[in-house]
């Protein structure tokens, strides 16, 4: 059985079953026989539509297939060309990443060289001669200025960078030999000078269009201009013929100026203590009247003897004797200090003998006031020196900070007078303070030491009395 019948039978068993169905639900009987053969009618209707259905299919079944062909050929065409392109994407990305990792390098090597010429170009600003500038800076500000607008990598910079060096280059075999220039000159006076500049190693020489002022030149604070030191006489000779003849002997300052700058700016030692001020001035006040009192103290120092006296027997043997008057004139032969404790042991050494010995004690404190006199006075001033001297340092500094206020910073003479009289009463009270501490300490000891020397004699006169005490009892 084909597969046609099969359908055949299929649809009508199934076209009964609904006709039955069908009947059964609307209660209606019909004939089996008539349902059958409109079943069949209809199937038959239904495979011929069938067939037809078939037929147009197998009809437009290879144009769809042929379509389904080439479009498969194409797909993989497609893939082909998107694996393809996926490869070269990554290739693209690969020299990408390699382009930026090499811009990346470029930068930072153009970022390294930059830095690199800055500093090139710095340093040799730097070791240029205060004269030279006038024949430079003309020439490397435009190239500066120009860099800094062109910015970092761009061909205008790196030929501007170029210039600058070749300029360098320039510079160094100028220098190798010397050469001369036109430029201006500031002299001692303030007057600016024309004329020639002539380089030669470190040291710059000027020669005014006239030839009347020759000399080294310096540079000058608060001036674009150099400063002229003038050579007189026949020292200046060399540099005003200098260029009649091949050859010229030029003189040479070893110290570039810096010695004769350092003399003009050292002063005498009135112009010195000026720097002090007031604080300055009663710091030497204090330190003379200290030293005058030293010596003071030197001659009452004198005037005491720091041994015993030799007559010491004598007298204590007269005083126990009870030959008062011969003991008195006996110790009046010692020193005056002596002589006073002396009598006054004498006048005691029959009574108790505790009692003599104060009243001797009394004699040397008495005379300890004397002694020490003055020694506080250069202990303040060893102490209040110092003070003072840090007084005027303030004092000074305020100074300073207040002309920093007015004036700013950029010039520095204007802030040297302050600094001057801070550091200059500073050292003042040092000077001072030091050598009165040392006079102090030393004439402590000697009146420590001449005090002693009085109480080592009347323990010795005491010693003695009591001695001859017993003997004359026993």
């Not at 006076?189 to 000027?206: H, M, R, S, V, W």
């Not at 030497?284 to 004198?302: N, R, T």
């Not at 006031?369 to 003055?374: A, D």
Request: charged content about 25%; glycine content about 8%; proline content about 3%.
């Amino acid at each position: 059985m084909d597969s046609q019948a099969k359908l055949r039978w299929i649809f009508l068993g199934l076209g009964l079953s609904l006709l039955v169905f069908s009947n059964s639900l609307k209660g209606q009987e019909r004939d089996i026989a008539a349902l059958a053969d409109e079943m069949e009618s209809r199937v038959e209707a239904s495979l011929r539509k069938y067939e037809v259905l078939q037929n147009e299919i197998a009809e437009n079944k290879i144009p769809i297939l042929e379509k389904i062909n080439e479009l498969e050929n194409k797909t993989i065409e497609l893939r082909s060309q998107l694996k393809s392109r996926d490869g070269e994407e990554k290739k693209a990305l690969d020299e990408l990443r390699e382009r930026q990792m090499r811009i990346s390098d470029t930068r930072t090597q153009n970022d390294y060289v930059s830095g690199l010429f800055a500093q090139y170009l710095n340093t040799f600003e730097g070791r240029l001669q205060i004269a030279e500038d006038q024949l430079f800076s003309p020439k490397l500000t435009p190239l500066r200025e120009a860099i800094e607008i062109a910015g970092s990598g761009s061909k205008v910079t790196i030929e501007k960078r170029t210039e600058a060096v070749e300029l360098c280059l320039e510079r160094l075999d100028l220098i190798l030999g010397g050469y001369v220039f036109e430029g201006e000159a500031i002299d001692p006076t303030g007057e600016i000078l024309n004329g020639d500049i002539i380089i030669f190693g470190p040291a710059a020489y000027f020669r005014s269009a006239t030839n009347d002022s020759v000399g080294m030149l310096n540079y000058r604070s608060g001036a674009l201009e150099p400063g002229l030191v003038s050579f007189e006489g026949e020292y200046g000779n060399p540099l005003r013929n200098y260029g009649e003849s091949k050859t010229a002997s030029l003189p040479l300052d070893a110290s570039l100026g810096k010695a004769i700058s350092l003399k003009e700016a050292s002063d005498s030692w009135q112009e010195h203590l000026e720097k002090g001020g007031y604080v300055g001035y009663a710091i030497l006040a204090m330190g003379g009247l200290a030293l005058l009192l030293a010596f003071v103290k030197l001659g009452d120092f004198a005037a005491l003897s720091v041994s015993i006296p030799a007559n010491l027997a004598s007298v204590a043997s007269r005083a126990v004797e009870g030959k008062l008057d011969d003991a008195k004139a006996e110790a009046s032969k010692s020193r005056p200090w002596m002589r006073d404790m002396l009598q006054e042991g004498a006048s005691h050494a029959l009574s108790n003998r505790e009692l003599m010995e104060d009243h001797m004690v009394s004699v040397i404190l008495n005379r300890k006031p004397r002694l020490e006199r003055f020694l506080p006075w250069l202990a303040v001033t060893a102490a209040a020196t110092p003070l003072m001297g840090l007084l005027g340092t303030v004092v000074g500094m305020i100074k300073t900070f207040t002309l920093i206020t007015i004036f700013g910073s950029g010039d520095p003479k204007a802030l040297s007078s302050g600094i001057s009289e801070a550091l200059v009463t500073t050292e003042l009270g040092l000077i001072v303070a030091i050598p009165t501490l040392i006079i102090h300490g030393a004439l402590l000891r000697l009146a420590k030491k001449r005090i002693g020397a009085m109480e080592l004699a009347a323990t010795e006169f005491s010693k003695i009395v009591s001695k001859l005490t017993e003997e004359g009892r026993a």
